[in-house]
């Protein structure tokens, strides 16, 4: 089951077994390491999330915002990246407004703006229920990353990854949010994606977009027609 010979109740355990081996306190290097490697293999494919074991964030967080912007800098904060990502789905919604809370402070002249992006992506929840988006979690933050990934407009420093985020929280929850008034910039950071951008000083930004349209749930009338001629548009 859960593609290891053991039992749903066994990952739980082994997953918790090791978030726990890993947000100890002064934890050694290697161990931090091996459990982040531990906990992704854990965690791919598995369908687990916040009903099945609840864990804290502010451990992972204050771990990984001192590997990559603080003073951990025995630890390599790189091998983590996949392992947090994947443990948010075990925080609870009610935390979100918690955890985007604790993002902003980073959005200020005294932090730089590919922090910001980074640990929002790292840690805003988007595996929830519609109702739990609208009072917990994108209904508090989408307004502001939308805007962060428009300001991006002269290359991908700091924004290549913010799509990943968009159409995560699009493929998850298609009733959320009416994309409509975004297909202009989704379509035209599509043709930049191809290298196809003739204005000069324009730089091509990375296969995110694309990745975003591929898996993007249009809707079946009026919004899959005006998909498919941006599409068409595009090919010609």
């Not at 077994?17 to 906990?39: G, H, M, N, P």
């Not at 993007?216 to 548009?233: E, L």
């Amino acid at each position: 089951m859960y593609g290891f010979r053991f039992v749903k109740e066994e990952l739980v355990q082994l997953i918790k077994l090791f978030y726990l081996i890993l947000v100890r306190k002064d934890q050694w290097e290697d161990i931090i390491t091996f459990s982040a490697l531990a906990l992704e293999d854990l965690m791919n494919k598995s369908y687990l999330d916040h009903k099945d074991l609840v864990l804290d964030w502010e451990p992972v967080y204050q771990l990984y915002y001192g590997a990559n912007y603080g003073k951990l800098e025995e630890v390599d904060g790189k091998n983590m990246r996949n392992a947090v990502v994947r443990l948010k789905r075990f925080y609870r919604p009610s935390e979100s407004p918690k955890i985007w809370n604790k993002i902003q402070t980073h959005l200020s002249p005294v932090y730089s703006t590919k922090e910001f992006c980074d640990l929002a992506l790292m840690f805003l929840p988007v595996k929830m229920s519609t109702e739990e988006h609208k009072k917990y979690g994108a209904g508090l933050w989408f307004d502001t990353m939308w805007k962060m990934y428009e300001v991006v407009e002269m290359g991908d420093k700091w924004g290549s990854e913010l799509p990943g985020l968009f159409a995560s929280l699009a493929y998850n929850n298609p009733d959320l949010i009416d994309w409509s008034p975004f297909y202009d910039t989704i379509f035209t950071r599509c043709i930049r994606s191809m290298g196809l951008s003739i204005r000069e000083g324009k730089n091509p930004d990375s296969g995110t977009f694309l990745d975003m349209i591929t898996g993007f749930p249009f809707k079946p009338q009026s919004d899959a027609h005006f998909a498919y001629h941006k599409i068409d548009c595009l090919l010609r």
